[in-house]
Nanobody, 115 residues
Framework: QVQLVESGGGLVQPGGSLRLSCVAS????????MGWYRQAPGKQRELVAA???????NYADSVKGRFTISRDNAKNTVYLQMNSLKPEDTADYYC?????????WGQGTQVTVSS
């Protein structure tokens, strides 16, 4: 089993920044891709960014140039640096980790972008 705990969400003004963290614990030796997803009220959950075990990254078009995903394997942690935040970035953000058998999800952290 793998447990994922997100932190770093909160309320921020448009144009501001936040850094989300996701710490993995448990049977983490076979984890491969880790990523961040988000779900806004009334919308489907969508991929924000993902990073493979060797550091290859993938971003949603809506966040390219503003968000950066990174990974510290020694700390079993994946980060999402979010800059130039917009009201449309408001959502619950979820961490996902994959191993060859299944996906694991965190409980989510709320991000609200509002003046």
């Amino acid at each position: 089993q793998v447990q994922l705990v997100e932190s770093g969400g909160g309320l921020v003004q448009p144009g501001g920044s936040l850094r989300l963290s996701c710490v993995a614990s448990g049977t983490i030796s076979r984890l491969t891709t880790m990523g961040w997803y988000r779900q806004a009220p009334g919308k489907q959950r969508e991929l924000v960014a993902a990073i493979t075990g060797v550091g290859n990254t993938n971003y949603a078009d809506s966040v390219k140039g503003r968000f950066t995903i990174s990974r510290d394997n020694a700390k079993n942690t994946v980060y999402l640096q979010m800059n130039s935040l917009k009201p449309e970035d408001t959502a619950d953000y979820y961490c996902k980790a994959q191993n060859p058998l299944r996906d694991y999800w965190g409980q989510g952290t709320q991000v609200t972008v509002s003046s």
